[in-house]
């Protein structure tokens, strides 16, 4: 059977888009037979293809493992999503769907911004779920371009060289973190969701404007610009300082 232009490149994306994520699993050794994994679900494009990714290793894997996928809804900030969608799409996928509703606590330490009490906010609700639940791993759907954004704001703001690692311990709980879309590129995770026919799911958050991440990603974007190579050396300095598994 002769594809066509446009197959191919279907064809092409699918295909390194799972090579990626199986060669994610085996690089890191992100999933044991016998894990409970949650999945934190935003309803974003990443979340969404990382649990349909994981819902496919399930299924293909001789590993036997369990997955809940765990919606977190923020009080006071706007959601233009349906949680039936999500919770159809998590069942589609092999996957329990849990949605939680959380309260964004008042922070006495007045130098940290909302962005990040909204999200420690989130990440404390899925811990508190994942020990509930007996999950003993939480995946998130952070991608490549994610982790080295993450490495020059640290880079830029506070002069450590560190990112989100792809494998994380957790000392206060017992639990691991993993990231199984470290490989995958936004741009390729982009075209995914168009092909996979994902339905938007949109928070209208009144504090985005003020994030550093999107100057940080006009400046990855410059820099891959002057050097193409720049993704692939930024990572390997990563792997090579440790920065991208913390036991």
């Known amino acids: ?8 490149t279907i064809f092409k ?21 016998g894990d409970h994994i949650l999945i934190g679900l935003s309803g974003g494009k990443d979340s969404l293809a990382l649990l349909q990714l994981l819902g496919e290793y399930k299924r293909r894997s001789p590993l036997v493992f369990g997955l809940t996928a765990v919606h977190v809804r923020m009080e006071g900030i706007e959601y233009h999503s349906s949680t039936e969608y999500l919770e159809k799409i998590s069942e589609e996928n092999g996957a329990k769907f849990v949605l939680q509703t959380v309260t964004l606590e008042n922070d006495r330490q007045t130098n940290r ?9 989130r990440r404390k609700q899925l811990f508190e779920t994942a020990k509930s639940l007996g999950c003993n791993k939480i995946a998130l759907g952070h991608h490549q371009d994610d982790i080295l954004h993450t490495a020059l704001m640290n880079l830029s703001y506070t002069g450590s060289f560190s990112t989100m690692p792809v494998k994380m311990q957790m000392r206060k709980f017992p639990l691991q973190i993993v990231r ?28 985005e404007h003020s994030s550093s991440r999107s100057d940080v990603r006009k400046l990855f974007q410059q820099m891959q610009t002057d050097n193409p190579e720049f993704r692939y050396s930024l990572w390997r300095a990563l792997e090579k300082e440790g920065k991208l598994i913390e036991e």
Do not use: G
């Open 113 to 121: 911004t909302p962005c990040f009490l909204c999200s420690w906010n």
């Open 13 to 33: 994306l699918q295909k390194r888009v799972r090579d990626r994520f199986a060669k994610a699993i085996k690089d890191f050794s992100l999933i044991e037979n």
């Open 1 to 8: 059977m002769i594809l066509s232009p446009k197959q191919t």
């Open 180 to 207: 199984p879309l470290c490989y995958e590129h936004e741009e390729d995770l982009l075209d995914w969701a168009v092909q996979m026919q994902y339905i938007p799911q949109i928070k209208i958050c009144p504090y």
